[in-house]
């Protein structure tokens, strides 16, 4: 799906003065994720409604900077969303396809649950047959609980104060996550990196890359790619130069080589073996710049014949001679 496609399913289903939202909280108890119905006053969720509608349409219809990529070919560049293209997806984000395909949940009742135990909002936004799922991260400080401070609000319609009695559970419009017909896309990747087990998913991937580099024979010791998995940028970088490189097992090995010592910004950065057609990786700095080689990201422009590095960069498509 290009990014158009997405953009016109996303805008069929918010932009019908119909739309309207159901909130659900994904909590955790005992170990076990389940997901409860959330019953807000409907003035407060016709609003909640309109503040996510409005931040989809600024990041995602509106931003003209914004691009669309896999996830396993996710690179540097900072206004993009992914499609997650891996088979591990977790589980937290599997729940939006549940809520997607049913609402036979129970409601979230106070005196049963616990906001505490809230570890993530799903929200439906839609009208009809057109919707759509977002994830929203639970953070702790959204979540200001009663007796945790000794906390004051105002009287309505009064200049007094009173002592909170209640939790207070405090919602914005961000998000990190969408699924629509089938997809899911990753708005937020930090998140994703950090609290959903992703880094497992890309050192999974990331194992197979090396067994398809070391299948090239193009380097000596495939082992210092493999001592670097612990490290999810590293990780990262190496299921996106291996899955989806315009090189490997593309370009010839010999012709590898020789663009290596001749490019300004490699040559004299690699050791290579007895026999000259393998690479050394023994430091971090050939590692790195080994990644970015299977990438093709050392360039050369054809109008000012001026060398640049690209970490982020689209294929163009040609057009069809008639």
Do not use: W
Request: net charge negative; proline share 2%.
């Amino acid at each position: 799906m290009s990014l158009d496609v997405l953009r016109a399913k996303v805008s069929d289903v918010i932009s019908n003065s119909a739309c309207s939202a159901e909130f659900y909280f994904l909590l955790s108890v005992d170990g076990q994720l389940i997901i409860k119905r959330a019953d807000i006053e409907q003035a407060a969720s016709d609003e909640l409604a309109q503040n996510f509608i409005s931040t989809i349409s600024n990041e995602i219809l509106l931003n003209d900077e914004l691009s669309l990529l896999d996830i396993s070919g996710a690179d540097d560049r900072a206004n993009a969303i992914y499609r997650y293209d891996l088979l591990d997806v977790p589980v937290q984000i599997q729940h939006l396809t549940d809520v997607l395909a049913h609402d036979r949940f129970e409601t979230f009742s106070f005196e049963a649950d616990d906001l505490s135990h809230l570890k993530g909002i799903l929200i439906i936004l839609g009208h009809g047959q057109f919707q759509l799922a977002l994830y929203k991260h639970q953070y702790p400080v959204s979540l200001l609980k009663k007796d945790s401070s000794f906390s004051l609000v105002r009287v309505r319609n009064a200049h007094r104060l009173i002592k909170l009695e209640d939790d207070i559970l405090r919602i914005n419009s961000k998000f990190e996550f969408m699924c629509i017909d089938g997809q899911y896309y990753i708005v937020d990747i930090k998140t994703l990196e950090r609290f959903f087990g992703f880094h497992e998913a890309i050192k999974n991937v990331a194992i197979q890359g090396i067994e398809n580099i070391q299948a090239a024979n193009i380097i000596i010791d495939a082992g210092v790619l493999t001592a670097r998995l612990d490290d999810i940028s590293f990780s990262r970088k190496l299921v996106r130069s291996s899955r989806k490189s315009p090189v490997l097992g593309i370009i010839p090995s010999d012709q590898i080589i020789a663009f290596v010592n001749t490019h300004p910004a490699l040559s004299g950065k690699f050791y290579l073996s007895e026999d000259g057609l393998q690479l050394n990786l023994n430091t971090k700095v050939s590692q790195d710049l080994f990644l970015k080689l299977l990438n093709d990201d050392f360039l050369q422009s054809e109008l000012t014949k001026r060398y640049y590095a690209s970490l982020a960069k689209d294929s163009i498509e040609l057009p069809v001679a008639p």
